[in-house]
């Protein structure tokens, strides 16, 4: 192998994919700027303080958990944790079983994504049916979501209507409304039918308990309009420690995540439904999940457990642009999920550390994040264990021969002048395989060696 | 489970013990997340009448104008609170047909629907509805035009002040313009499961 994983997946991407990737999330990316600066004098320290608070709580994440824990049940939440992913799936079967329920509905929940709840279930004979309809699109195709807030951002509508068509939803038709009039005709039945709801959660406050959730569509709300019962799958990160950060936070995730002021529906759930009201759960669970989160926790890269998902980085990130989210193959893509999904790999680190290094580390991740994140930082750590521990590596010269020169003052002049053959040479010819890698998708500049030195000797202060 | 909560508590105590400091909790002024550029010192019902029109509400302030708007569109089927109808009742003609309760096995049947708002939210445009006060969740959602009636003195300036007044009612929904979706190709189609208009009645 002489080029990386994410530059293979990257080089098969269809020229009008790559376009449509490229300017969507650019577009994204302005609006969500103008919308920032237009709205606060500072948007910059909104940003800041969410990432103290943020940080906050998973520092202290040993007192928030049974404090929440404690908050729910007083509430009549049932709280269950899990440690893995398999657990978490368990858990989710449990309640299942002892309702005798086998149908689900699912509003977006990237964790049932990490922890695959839907196979898990359809061995089990229950259906588990996708609400977003983007998430629902990816579901009928068998396909993976490539953005974190955009599941088919790689889509055309032309893909959809015939996957629309094939799925019996009605004869070729290729425009957007009609597309989301057909998923709105067949889905209400679906909601209808179902006998549980499951979530997840974008906050948990520590002081109230309240369960946060915000969609666009509102399915999260027909799925607790709908079924009786509901299940919420949370990682443990996602707790703030007062309602009035539930403010701030809100504020940023909807403005990063689309340019949005606020997401349509924005949801304050902190128990069963009102004993007056005649729709919606009776039962609600809760399920803490880990999958890996208390070692990402132990690690040097624990800023990460900030995110709150809201795909800005994606947004801004020229390897993202170029690549697409198929090509980190994984739940997170991105530079988010540059750091995280290299660390929830666990044992499979070497299988995902191709990602650490995608980056240019520009920091435009960095300066969007509503939290604030170090990525940049984050993967210069995690490119630092993937060289101790010997994960395998390709497309990265040797760097022994630079060092020495580097060391020593009088071979780095005389590289530098003698550099001026590498202008001369055939490059792509050397029998370097990293080389040949390297130039095969970038251009080598001419060589300048020298010329900053003679400036700076001959400038007349 | 017993047994993955306290795995999990006691890693979670691991990860953080070599730590020499915690991160602190910052405090901050309310002001910090007030979209001050928006509100200006203008009145809550100008802001919120502007707001939602960004997000494509509707703000009507008398029942005529429902009813007009209710039959240029041809929604002539729905449901309404029973608290509220009662005095709706007169403003509407014996074309409309509308009932007080809803029947979830006929939820295409309700063209439109009216319950009550506890609130909105002025610099964002948003209707505030809780679970004591909406008749039912299924009647707020499903049709394709949803009204709620809302007391003008019920406006919040910010998200801040909205969230102070949360309460203890289990279900509040925060609804700002209708259900929409970008997902085919960032295109706006709204009316995606829930109404593809929400209107604010405010009296
Ligand atoms: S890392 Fe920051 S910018 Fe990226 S998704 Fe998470 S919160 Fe958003």
């Known amino acids: 192998m002489v080029t990386e994983k994410i530059d293979q997946f990257a080089a098969t991407l269809p020229a009008e994919k790559r376009r449509s990737v490229y300017e969507s999330t650019k577009a994204t990316h302005e609006k969500r700027t103008k919308v920032l600066f237009d709205h606060f004098p500072d948007p910059n320290r909104l940003r800041l303080i969410a990432g103290e608070i943020k940080q906050h709580v998973i520092e202290n994440l040993d007192t928030y958990l049974p404090a929440v824990e404690a908050k729910l049940q007083s509430h009549g939440v049932i709280v269950h944790w899990a440690a893995t992913a398999e657990a978490a799936n368990e858990a989710v079967l449990g309640i299942m079983r002892a309702r005798g329920a086998t149908k689900m509905v699912k509003a977006k929940t990237m964790v049932s994504e990490e922890i695959e709840l839907e196979p898990f279930l359809k061995k089990h004979g229950i259906e588990a049916l996708e609400t977003d309809l983007g998430e629902f699109i990816v579901q009928i195709d068998h396909d993976h979501p490539s953005h974190i807030v955009r599941p088919i951002i790689h889509k055309s509508r032309r893909e959809i209507a015939t996957s629309f068509e094939r799925e019996g939803l009605g004869a070729y038709n290729d425009d957007p409304g009609t597309i989301t009039r057909r998923a709105r005709e067949f889905l209400r039945q679906k909601y209808l039918q179902a006998d549980v709801g499951l979530t997840g959660a974008n906050f948990v406050s520590a002081e109230s308990g309240r369960i946060v959730l915000v969609t666009n569509e509102g399915n999260s709300r027909f799925c607790l309009a709908a079924t009786k019962c509901h299940i919420a799958l949370v990682g443990i990160e996602k707790i703030l420690p007062r309602d009035r950060d539930l403010a701030l936070l809100l504020n940023l995730l909807a403005r990063s995540a689309t340019a949005q002021q606020l997401t349509v529906y924005t949801e304050f759930i902190s128990g069963p439904k009102a004993a007056s009201q005649p729709d919606g759960p009776e039962e609600m669970h809760v399920i803490f999940v880990d999958n890996g989160r208390t070692d990402v926790l132990a690690s040097e890269c624990r800023d990460i457990l900030r995110c709150i998902r809201c795909g800005a980085c994606l947004n801004v990130c020229p390897i993202y642009r170029q690549a697409s989210g198929h090509a980190y193959r994984s739940v997170y893509p991105g530079p988010v999920g540059a750091v995280l999904s290299p660390l929830l790999a666990g044992e499979k680190f070497p299988d995902k550390v191709d990602l650490v290094k995608a980056s240019s580390l520009c920091g435009a991740c960095n300066e969007v994040c509503p939290v604030n994140i170090p990525i940049p930082d984050l993967l210069l750590r995690l490119r630092d264990k993937a060289k101790r521990e010997g994960a395998p590596s390709c497309g990265t010269p040797p760097m022994g021969a630079w060092a020495l020169l580097a060391s020593q003052p009088t071979a780095w002049k005389a590289a530098l002048f003698g550099g001026k053959v590498m202008n001369y040479l055939p490059l792509n010819l050397l029998p370097i395989p990293a080389a040949q890698a390297w130039l095969k998708t970038r251009t080598l500049p001419a060589w300048r060696g020298g010329e900053f030195r003679r400036w700076l000797k001959n400038r007349t202060r | ?203």
Request: with cysteine; proline share 5%; net charge negative.
């Open chain 2, 1 to 203: 489970m017993t047994a993955d909560r306290e795995q999990i508590l006691s890693r979670v105590r691991a990860a953080l013990a070599p730590l020499p400091v915690r991160a602190a909790l910052p405090d901050y002024d309310a002001e910090l997340t007030v979209a001050r550029k928006l509100l200006g010192d203008r009145d809550l019902l100008t802001v919120f009448a502007e707001r939602i029109k960004l997000v494509n509400g509707l703000l009507l302030t008398d029942v005529a104008a429902l009813v007009g708007h209710l039959r240029a569109g041809g929604w002539m089927r729905g449901y309404c609170d029973p608290l509220l109808w009662p005095q709706l009742a007169t403003h509407f003609g014996p074309e409309f047909t509308v009932e007080t309760v809803f029947d979830r096995t006929r939820v295409d049947h309700f063209a439109f629907s009216i319950t009550r708002a506890v609130g909105a939210i002025a610099e964002t445009g948003t209707i505030i509805l809780n679970d004591r006060t909406t008749a039912s969740r299924l009647g707020a959602l499903t049709p394709w035009v949803h009204v709620t009636v809302l007391d003008r003195a019920a406006i919040y300036p910010d998200l801040g002040h909205a969230i102070a007044a949360l309460g203890d009612d289990p279900n509040v929904i925060w609804v700002t313009g209708p259900s929409k979706t970008a997902d085919v190709e960032g295109i706006l189609i709204e009316g995606v499961h829930g109404p593809g208009q929400q209107i604010a009645l405010v009296v």
